[in-house]
């Protein structure tokens, strides 16, 4: 077909996708789904929440396939995309296994005096910088010649263990805060010298992870003493650097609320003046699947609940109402490196769906409670050498992106204002938060505005993997520019047949050990691309209108360039 024969077509049909992952005749009906857009109720920005990503395993960053990943990261929106990994303090000499790393950071001589050696922190950082990616700075482990109780220190965790069986020696506060503060300080200060103030000033700061559970062996009040030491230690090096807390796990309830209330009004142990600055607020929120009748539920419930509850917690506090709010880990559940049935979602469209349908939620569940949200950070990277598609939650698995990293793609060509966008098949966000997908599916879209772009990010979830019915979907698109004649339609989509590495893996038979050509064709299957070659459509009145089938836990993104 010619150019201008194709673009006849695409006029006279607007715009009908070829169906993606259901072949006709093969599933249930399609039912019909419409959604309006108003390109002209413009709102407000639309921030880019989903920028910021870590993983348990420091030292995978500078790997081969941890660079790769952090170049795909980078490119999302170079120079604005964060990583926050544990175990950059811990002890240890840089070998990586599942849920551990180290530094070598701190040690001590003989006499007792400090050893400090960045090499190997120096290297995780270079491996951000170089490739677009920022510091999110976690200030820990505890080093073993500073803990109260070294011993035992490294574990040896499987997925197969107990998960208590990590903490050990890393966890437990220091022997002396004045020498926790001293190691804090002179990190911070090496970190000006090596990148610059400016460099320095743009990253985030805090103390720990999760010290309101077992990553944390010490009290509440010691907590506070190192934080503030922490703290302290950093503005001490660097006046304006950006520092915050406390990480919580599951929003932290009465533990967070005493921690913020410290920090307001509490006495600082460390320069003993009131309060302890706070330039974010953090904490963590996670998801519950199961498996139910043999396949896997997810838990979007559960995940949304505890984000809303904190939200409310941080705006019970009128000093923290304009605070930045980072979900220092916002994922479907708790544990990237554990394997078993419930964690079959990795892989494939429940994964991506899910984070589709669940970046919104979080977004407007900020804006009803009065909150400045930031951040969610997505607690996932890959696990190096590991088998290919081994069922941890990761972005990539050998080098070959997994589909949900294509969502964050998506994200990343939303820019502008956000414009109003609602479907006849969205389930309302309290029927979200207090109940999840469990009935009829949400089929949703959100839309954003940015000059002449107009992007629109339309979902089709459900919480349960099971077969369903493809979304025959009207967008009816309206408030465009009157001067626009037509629009060059851009359309990516992620589902079984697109975006898809796992189920391109599969269908070559799951090979332990694919070949260089195998491995290729992974890498390309992988990619967000078109469903289909970018066409004109017409604009009429400023006004259009689109077609297409979604598949159950398919994610489309619409881009259209206006055009005069």
Same mark, same amino acid.
């Given at each position: 077909m010619t150019a201008k024969a194709a673009s006849i077509a695409l006029l006279a049909l607007l715009v009908l996708p070829a169906r993606a992952g259901v072949e006709p005749g093969d599933g249930p009906e399609a039912f019909p789904v419409a959604i309006a857009v108003d390109a002209a109720r413009v709102g407000a920005p639309l921030p880019p929440i989903w920028r910021f990503f870590g993983a348990d395993e420091p030292n995978y960053a500078y790997m081969k396939d941890g660079r790769k990943l952090l170049g795909e990261l980078g490119r999302l929106r170079p120079g604005s995309v964060y990583f926050r990994a544990h175990n950059l303090l811990t002890s240890g000499d840089g070998t990586p296994a599942l849920k551990w790393g180290s530094t070598g950071a701190y040690r001590e001589d003989a006499d007792g005096r400090p050893i400090y050696d960045w090499t190997i922190v120096d290297r995780i950082f270079d491996a951000y910088l170089e490739r677009g990616v920022k510091p999110y700075v976690q200030i820990g482990f505890m080093p073993k010649e500073m803990s109260v109780k070294p011993e035992p220190y490294q574990h040896r965790w499987t997925p197969r263990a107990k998960y208590d069986e990590i903490y050990t020696g890393w966890a437990y506060p220091p022997k002396d805060y004045e020498k926790w503060g001293e190691l804090v300080y002179q990190w911070a200060k090496h970190c000006v010298d090596k990148y610059g103030r400016a460099e320095v000033e743009s990253w985030y700061w805090e103390a720990w992870n999760e010290p309101n559970i077992g990553y944390w062996r010490g009290t509440p009040e010691e907590f506070y003493k190192l934080n503030d030491h922490a703290v302290a230690a950093v503005r001490r090096a660097l006046p304006t650097a950006r520092v915050g807390g406390p990480e919580a796990a599951g929003g932290g309830g009465r533990w967070t609320h005493d921690f913020l209330e410290h920090c307001l009004r509490g006495t600082n142990a460390a320069t003993g003046k009131v309060g302890t600055p706070l330039d974010f607020v953090s904490f963590h929120a996670k998801g519950a699947p199961s498996v139910v009748d043999g396949h896997v539920r997810m838990g979007i419930s559960a995940h949304l609940k505890t984000m809303d509850q904190a939200f409310r917690l941080v705006a019970s506090f009128p000093e923290l109402r304009k605070t930045p709010i980072i979900i220092g880990e916002s994922d479907p559940e708790g544990c990237a490196a554990c394997q078993g049935p419930q964690f079959g979602y990795r892989n494939g469209t429940m994964y991506?769906? $899910?984070?589709?349908?669940?970046?919104? @939620?979080?977004?407007?569940?900020?804006? =009803?409670?009065?909150?400045?949200? /930031?951040?969610?950070?997505?607690?996932?990277? %890959?696990?190096?050498?590991?088998?290919?598609?081994?069922?941890?939650?990761?972005?990539?698995?050998?080098?070959?992106?997994?589909?949900?990293?294509?969502?964050? @793609?998506?994200? #990343? *060509?939303?820019?502008? =204002?956000?414009?109003?966008?609602? &479907? &006849?098949? %969205?389930?309302?966000?309290?029927?979200?938060?207090?109940? !999840?997908?469990?009935?009829?599916?949400?089929?949703?879209?959100?839309?954003?505005?940015? !000059?002449?772009?107009?992007?629109?990010?339309?979902?089709? $979830?459900?919480?349960?993997?099971?077969?369903? +019915? /493809?979304?025959?979907?009207?967008?009816?698109?309206?408030?465009? +520019?009157?001067?626009?004649? &037509?629009? *060059?339609?851009?359309? $990516?989509?992620?589902?079984? @047949?697109?975006?898809? #590495?796992?189920?391109?893996?599969?269908?070559?038979?799951? +090979?332990?050990? +694919?070949?260089?050509e195998q491995v290729a064709e992974l890498e390309l299957a992988s990619r967000l691309a078109p469903l289909e070659s970018p066409g004109r459509v017409r604009v009429e009145g400023g006004a259009l209108k689109l077609r297409l089938s979604l598949p159950l836990h398919g994610v489309s993104l619409l881009r259209l360039e206006l055009g005069r």
């Open positions: 991506s769906s $899910y984070t589709a349908a669940s970046f919104p @939620r979080k977004l407007e569940l900020a804006e =009803r409670a009065g909150v400045n949200l /930031e951040g969610a950070l997505t607690w996932a990277f %890959e696990f190096e050498d590991q088998p290919f598609f081994a069922g941890f939650r990761a972005l990539a698995t050998n080098g070959i992106d997994l589909p949900v990293l294509n969502i964050f @793609r998506m994200f #990343s *060509l939303m820019d502008g =204002r956000r414009v109003a966008a609602e &479907s &006849s098949a %969205e389930v309302r966000l309290d029927d979200v938060v207090a109940a !999840g997908v469990r009935g009829a599916p949400d089929v949703a879209a959100r839309a954003a505005i940015d !000059g002449d772009r107009l992007a629109i990010l339309v979902w089709h $979830y459900h919480d349960d993997d099971v077969p369903g +019915p /493809e979304a025959d979907i009207t967008v009816d698109v309206r408030g465009l +520019p009157q001067g626009a004649a &037509s629009a *060059l339609l851009h359309h $990516y989509r992620v589902d079984r @047949r697109h975006g898809n #590495s796992f189920e391109a893996w599969k269908r070559m038979g799951s +090979p332990e050990r +694919p070949t260089a």
